[in-house]
């Protein structure tokens, strides 16, 4: 069974970047599809972005389309989300998962805080 764990996050300005990591255990890690949520406080998760199993294929929220980008490497595996142009808005607990059908346990999730 895989399991995920999110890294990456901090605290930074508006206009900076981040790149947000998604590290699986296990063997099977190129079996699933996977795709990146995020939570601010008070809210309910939502979709950021997937990627399919091969790498071949993404899929974006219109609020991150642009600005950011989802990436594998199955060698590794791992998983990418490299945020550019980070605004206020994008602060949020960001959390990864199979897609679309969710792992049943969650990660911890990488805490991203953007002032202004």
């Known amino acids: 069974q895989v399991q995920l764990v999110e890294s990456g996050g901090g605290l930074v300005q508006a206009g900076d970047s981040l790149r947000l990591s998604c590290a699986a255990s296990?063997?099977?890690?190129?079996?699933?599809?996977m795709g990146w949520f995020r939570q601010a406080p008070g809210k309910g998760r939502e979709f950021v972005a997937a990627?399919?199993?091969?790498?071949?294929?993404?899929d974006y929220a219109d609020s991150v389309k642009g600005r950011f980008t989802i990436s594998r490497d199955n060698a590794m595996n791992t998983g990418y989300l490299q945020m550019n142009s980070l605004k206020p808005e994008d602060t949020a607990v960001y959390y990864c998962?199979?897609?679309?059908?969710?792992?049943?346990?969650w990660g911890q999730g990488t805490q991203v805080t953007v002032s202004s």
């Open positions: 990627i399919t199993r091969s790498g071949g294929g993404t």
């Open positions: 296990g063997r099977s890690f190129s079996s699933y599809a």
């Open positions: 998962n199979a897609v679309p059908y969710y792992l049943s346990s």
